[in-house]
């Protein structure tokens, strides 16, 4: 007569089977409900204000008022006029050298670096308030700005154009922009750049 075979490992194969997946399955639909619960809040103890989180609701809500929301910038950008505020190199030449006229490069620090316009500092893509009242600290002064395209072809869209409007609703009304040197010929660029008022630099632009 053969002999049975024995039943306590098959026993626990099946129970094991059966156990995982109800397990992960319980995992599964409790998993939304835990991740979903907020973290318990740390209280501080009775008489001991909490000084650092009301110092940095404090900074977030200073930083906040400094900044241009959306909404600003799109009332700003409809109430501005452009050719107003652009200058031509040729208009330029009542600038140059002159007090409280300020010439700032928009281009990245690299570009800057390897060739720039004569006198310009260099400011960047970030129209920040405390960085430019730290390179202009006059609100009242000229203010020329130039970007890639204003010395070559780039985009349809010049980072001149919507920083303008960010510099009005900042304060600074007599900002303007240099028109694209290039547009009165496709080499006018090359030759300013080899002239008195550009500054070349490592790269010899």
Known sequence: MPSQAPTCPQTRFHYCHGFLPTLLGLALVAAPALLAAPAPAQTPSKGTPNTSSTKENEDRQALLRKMLTSDDYKNTVVKFDYRKHQVSLKDMDKYWDKKNVYILDLRSSEQYKSGHIKGALHLGADILEDKL??????????????????????????????????????????????????????????SFMDGPRWVKGEGGK
């Open 133 to 190: 009242l730290k390179l202009v600290p006059d609100k009242k002064a000229t203010i020329i700005v130039y970007c890639n395209n204003s010395l070559f072809p780039t985009r349809m869209l010049a980072l001149t154009d919507t920083c303008l409007p960010q510099f009005s609703a900042l304060g600074y009304e007599n900002v303007f922009s240099l028109a694209p040197i290039w547009h009165d010929s496709p080499n006018f660029n090359h």
